[in-house]
C-alpha cells in the first residue's frame, strides 16, 4: 500500500490514503509521511480508528513522544498511556464535565492560537489527534500556516523581526482565562523558555514565524511593546487566507507539525460529549536559529 495525497488547499494541508494506520509502518511509510509533512504541515486520514495502542504505536514512528503540560498538572488518568493526551470535555469517570470543571478551562485553553508545547525545550514536532466521539454542532479545529505567514510578511518586518527571540511559557495561556490556582511547584515545573521569531525547517528550508498564545514577551522589548508584537504577528499569521478549517468525522486522523503550524479548537456545546486523543512526538532536529539562540 502507498500513500496517496490529495490537496486540500494550495500548498497546505491534504488528505491522506492508502496507509492503514492500525497496522505497523514499514520504514518508506514514515519516510512518505514525513515528506508528506514536509510539503504540507497537516495531513488529514479519514477512517482511521484506532485505538490507544495502535495510536501509541503510530505515533512513536516518527521519535519519542512528549507529555506536555501533564509534567506540570499529572494527577489522574482516562487513558493506558500517560503520552496520549486527553482532548475532551470527559471527566476521569467517564461523564461529561461540568461547566465549572477544570477540564472545561482546558477546552477553553484549546480555542486559543497555539503550537503544542512550545513552551518547552525540546518543543514539540507532530501532534496526532484521533476522533473518537464528536458533537452534533461545532468543535471543528482550525490550521493556520507558519511558512505562508511568514512568505507574505512585508519586508521591513521581516527585517526588524529576523535576530528577536519570544518567551513561551507554559501558563501563560492559563492566566489569561483566570485559571490561576497553581501551586509554586506546578508553576515553576516548566520553566519559560526562548524560540527565535523567525525559524528556517532544517528539512523543507523553509521559513517559518514562530508565533502562538504560549509566547508572552519579546526579548529586549519592555512587557507592553514585545506582546503588541506577538498580538500583531499572531493577527497577521491568521488571516483566513493562511488558515483551513477541519470538520471531525468519528475516525479521522489528523497530523500537524507544531513547528509550522498553529491550531484552534472552535466553540462548541459543553454539554455534548466531544472526545479526542492526541499522541505528540518531540523535536529531534531543530532549527539552525533554535540552535544558535539555545
Not at 235 to 259: I, K, S
Request: hydrophobic residues 45%; glycine residues 6%; contains cysteine.
Amino acid at each position: 500500500m502507498a500513500l496517496t495525497l490529495t490537496p486540500l488547499t494550495p500548498g497546505f494541508v491534504a488528505e491522506a490514503s492508502g496507509l492503514d494506520l492500525a497496522r505497523p509502518l514499514d520504514a518508506a511509510a514514515v519516510r512518505a509521511i514525513e515528506k508528506a509533512m514536509d510539503d504540507y504541515a497537516v495531513l488529514v486520514f479519514r477512517d482511521q480508528p484506532l485505538d490507544q495502542d495502535q495510536q501509541i504505536r503510530f505515533a512513536k514512528s516518527f521519535g519519542p513522544l512528549d507529555l506536555g503540560l501533564r509534567k506540570v498538572k499529572g494527577g489522574a488518568h482516562r487513558f493506558d498511556h500517560a503520552e496520549l493526551a486527553d482532548i475532551s470535555n470527559v471527566t476521569v469517570d467517564g461523564s461529561v464535565a461540568g461547566r465549572e470543571h477544570a477540564k472545561i478551562v482546558g477546552n477553553i485553553a484549546n480555542q486559543l492560537w497555539h503550537s503544542d508545547s512550545s513552551f518547552q525545550r525540546p518543543r514539540a514536532k507532530y501532534s496526532m489527534l484521533s476522533a473518537v466521539v464528536v458533537p452534533q454542532d461545532g468543535g471543528q479545529t482550525e490550521f493556520a500556516d507558519l511558512r505562508a505567514a511568514y512568505d507574505h510578511l512585508p519586508e521591513a518586518m521581516k527585517a526588524a523581526i529576523g535576530d528577536l527571540q519570544a518567551v513561551h511559557y507554559a501558563l501563560h495561556s492559563r492566566f489569561l482565562l483566570g485559571d490561576t490556582d497553581y501551586t509554586e511547584a506546578q508553576r515553576n515545573a516548566l520553566p519559560p523558555v526562548r524560540w527565535p521569531l523567525v525559524q528556517t525547517d532544517p528539512r523543507s528550508g523553509r521559513k517559518i514565524l514562530f508565533v502562538g498564545i504560549h509566547a508572552c514577551e519579546v526579548v529586549g522589548m519592555t512587557v507592553a511593546e514585545g506582546r503588541m508584537l506577538l498580538l500583531d504577528l499572531l493577527e497577521h499569521a491568521t488571516q483566513r487566507e493562511f488558515v483551513y478549517r477541519h470538520a471531525w468525522r468519528v475516525g479521522d486522523l489528523v497530523m500537524w507539525d507544531n513547528t509550522a503550524t498553529l491550531h484552534r479548537g472552535r466553540r462548541f456545546d459543553f454539554a455534548q460529549r466531544r472526545e479526542l486523543r492526541r499522541a505528540t512526538t518531540e523535536e529531534v532536529q531543530l532549527s539552525a536559529e533554535a540552535r544558535a539562540a539555545a
